[in-house]
């Protein structure tokens, strides 16, 4: 699948909703226009006298409703239109989830599984410096996304504060730090926990026992492997899980614990007792009751949306699914929680941890998690109601939300000069 896939199904998606409520014209084509986007050519020099030249993507998308926040994505195959369809896609998730935010996106064109954990930490330091004047409490803060982690953002605050001469960043520049850092408690599980309880408020929307149910996940690194954790935590029975190198498969449930454990030293799922090659199993055919794609973009599509078996889609990942594979999910009645409100609950824990840094406050577990719970129950019943209402989709109605609230920012804003 290329990887514009992600910004055409970003563009679709928002100009459906465009459309829908009406907007003039200018404020349309404002909305859909990103900011602004920025490559950077970095290159760092590796500890074995290697130096590397690299391709670095950001893009502010919308400024409107706050800073562009947004996670730093590390793949080979990262582009530009990969980076600025995940910016606008943020635009919505901040406006939906109601943080002041806007929104944003990085990409850094390397596979992190090919680095040492020293190489990653110059590549990251390099990327920060490279991308310096782009970063900043009011400009853009970035957080993890698929590849990097909590230790790289570690880095780039060390680098921040490294070149400004003091021992901490002056205000918040980047979220998803090691809590000894200025990070906060709870950020690290904080999307995967969102998804499970966005789940649950669809079970109780739905009348569905949420135990009765059996969930397939896709993805088992930040947000996913955190999904199944909180759902074998409240004694769900996970009956799939996949990664890039494995598969595990079992009717009668897996043990989270001890996957988890294999995870820790082996890297993957790849060995795990039972687990299997990915060539060998069709995942999207899996039975199951609950589906949460976890992982890359543009996975359900026109040609495996037919074959889901789950009554519920949890999307946990961004952009998981085409307007192709959405439409045949939509004819076929299936329930899609869709991704601007299912995986919001890292970027409003980033949010907590951005004002708890800016005012040098602590926050407790307790705390952290009540507000996400509170958070994500509010916003879910938020959609809900406003599918119910204009009998539409949710994935229609969290988008003609999010939409009309970045409308409502650019007229109170005034646009002259
Ligand atoms: P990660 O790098 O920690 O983990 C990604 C996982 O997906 C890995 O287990 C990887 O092996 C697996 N994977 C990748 N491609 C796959 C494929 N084709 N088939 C099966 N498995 C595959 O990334 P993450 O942070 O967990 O992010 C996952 C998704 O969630 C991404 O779409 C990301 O944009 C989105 N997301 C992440 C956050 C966050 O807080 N990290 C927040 C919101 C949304």
């Given at each position: 699948m290329a990887s514009s896939q992600i910004l055409e199904t970003a563009v679709a998606n928002y100009e459906r909703a465009a459309k829908s409520l009406g907007l003039p014209d200018y404020l349309s084509k404002k909305m859909g226009t990103p900011s602004e986007k920025v490559e950077i050519s970095i290159t760092p020099k590796l500890p074995d006298g290697r130096v590397l030249v690299l391709r670095t993507f950001i893009t502010?998308?919308?400024?409107?409703?706050?800073p562009a926040k947004g996670g730093i994505r590390m793949t080979p195959c990262v582009t530009q239109d990969e980076i600025t369809g995940l910016a606008m896609e943020m635009t919505w998730k901040t406006s939906l989830i109601g943080i002041p935010f806007g929104g944003g996106k990085a990409g850094i064109?390397?596979?992190?599984?090919?680095?040492?954990p020293d190489d990653k930490e110059i590549v990251i330091r390099s990327f920060t410096r490279g991308a310096r004047r782009y970063i900043g409490p009011e400009i853009y803060v970035p957080a993890p996304d698929m590849g990097t982690n909590e230790r790289d953002m570690g880095h780039i605050w060390d680098c921040v504060s490294y070149s400004s001469g003091t021992?901490?960043?002056?205000?918040?520049?980047?979220?998803?730090?090691p809590i000894l850092l200025g990070g906060i408690v709870g950020r690290r599980e904080a999307t995967g926990k969102g998804v499970v309880y966005s789940i649950l408020a669809a079970c109780q929307h739905l009348g569905i026992?949420?135990?009765s149910m059996r969930y397939a996940i896709q993805g088992f690194g930040n947000v996913g492997a955190a999904a199944a954790a909180e759902l074998a935590r409240l004694g769900a029975r996970i009956v799939a899980v996949a990664d890039l190198d494995a598969y595990v498969v079992n009717a009668h449930g897996i043990d989270v614990t001890a996957l988890m454990a294999h995870v820790r030293c082996?890297?993957?799922?790849?060995?795990?007792?039972?687990a299997c090659d990915p060539?060998?199993?069709?995942f999207f055919a899996i039975d199951c009751d609950c589906l949460i794609p976890?992982?890359?973009?543009?996975?359900?599509h026109l040609r495996n949306a037919d074959k889901i078996k789950a009554r519920i889609i949890a999307e946990?990942?961004?952009?998981?699914?085409t307007p192709e594979g959405d439409e045949i999910l939509n004819q076929r009645g299936i329930f899609v929680i869709p991704d601007i409100l299912c995986n919001a609950g890292g970027v409003f824990v980033s949010y907590l941890e951005y004002t708890m840094e800016t005012q040098r406050e602590q926050t407790g577990l307790p705390e952290v998690e009540a507000r996400l719970r509170d958070r994500m129950q509010i916003k879910f019943r938020e959609v809900s109601t406003y599918a119910q209402e204009k009998a539409t989709t949710m994935r229609q109605a969290a988008m003609e939300i999010a939409v009309s609230r970045v409308a409502e920012g650019i007229t109170s804003r005034g646009l002259w000069p």
């Amino acid at each position: 699948m290329a990887s514009s896939q992600i910004l055409e199904t970003a563009v679709a998606n928002y100009e459906r909703a465009a459309k829908s409520l009406g907007l003039p014209d200018y404020l349309s084509k404002k909305m859909g226009t990103p900011s602004e986007k920025v490559e950077i050519s970095i290159t760092p020099k590796l500890p074995d006298g290697r130096v590397l030249v690299l391709r670095t993507f950001i893009t502010r998308h919308s400024d409107i409703l706050g800073p562009a926040k947004g996670g730093i994505r590390m793949t080979p195959c990262v582009t530009q239109d990969e980076i600025t369809g995940l910016a606008m896609e943020m635009t919505w998730k901040t406006s939906l989830i109601g943080i002041p935010f806007g929104g944003g996106k990085a990409g850094i064109q390397i596979d992190p599984g090919a680095l040492s954990p020293d190489d990653k930490e110059i590549v990251i330091r390099s990327f920060t410096r490279g991308a310096r004047r782009y970063i900043g409490p009011e400009i853009y803060v970035p957080a993890p996304d698929m590849g990097t982690n909590e230790r790289d953002m570690g880095h780039i605050w060390d680098c921040v504060s490294y070149s400004s001469g003091t021992a901490i960043t002056n205000g918040c520049y980047v979220t998803g730090k090691p809590i000894l850092l200025g990070g906060i408690v709870g950020r690290r599980e904080a999307t995967g926990k969102g998804v499970v309880y966005s789940i649950l408020a669809a079970c109780q929307h739905l009348g569905i026992d949420p135990l009765s149910m059996r969930y397939a996940i896709q993805g088992f690194g930040n947000v996913g492997a955190a999904a199944a954790a909180e759902l074998a935590r409240l004694g769900a029975r996970i009956v799939a899980v996949a990664d890039l190198d494995a598969y595990v498969v079992n009717a009668h449930g897996i043990d989270v614990t001890a996957l988890m454990a294999h995870v820790r030293c082996a890297g993957s799922l790849k060995d795990y007792p039972g687990a299997c090659d990915p060539a060998s199993v069709d995942f999207f055919a899996i039975d199951c009751d609950c589906l949460i794609p976890a992982a890359a973009g543009s996975q359900i599509h026109l040609r495996n949306a037919d074959k889901i078996k789950a009554r519920i889609i949890a999307e946990g990942a961004n952009a998981p699914t085409t307007p192709e594979g959405d439409e045949i999910l939509n004819q076929r009645g299936i329930f899609v929680i869709p991704d601007i409100l299912c995986n919001a609950g890292g970027v409003f824990v980033s949010y907590l941890e951005y004002t708890m840094e800016t005012q040098r406050e602590q926050t407790g577990l307790p705390e952290v998690e009540a507000r996400l719970r509170d958070r994500m129950q509010i916003k879910f019943r938020e959609v809900s109601t406003y599918a119910q209402e204009k009998a539409t989709t949710m994935r229609q109605a969290a988008m003609e939300i999010a939409v009309s609230r970045v409308a409502e920012g650019i007229t109170s804003r005034g646009l002259w000069p």
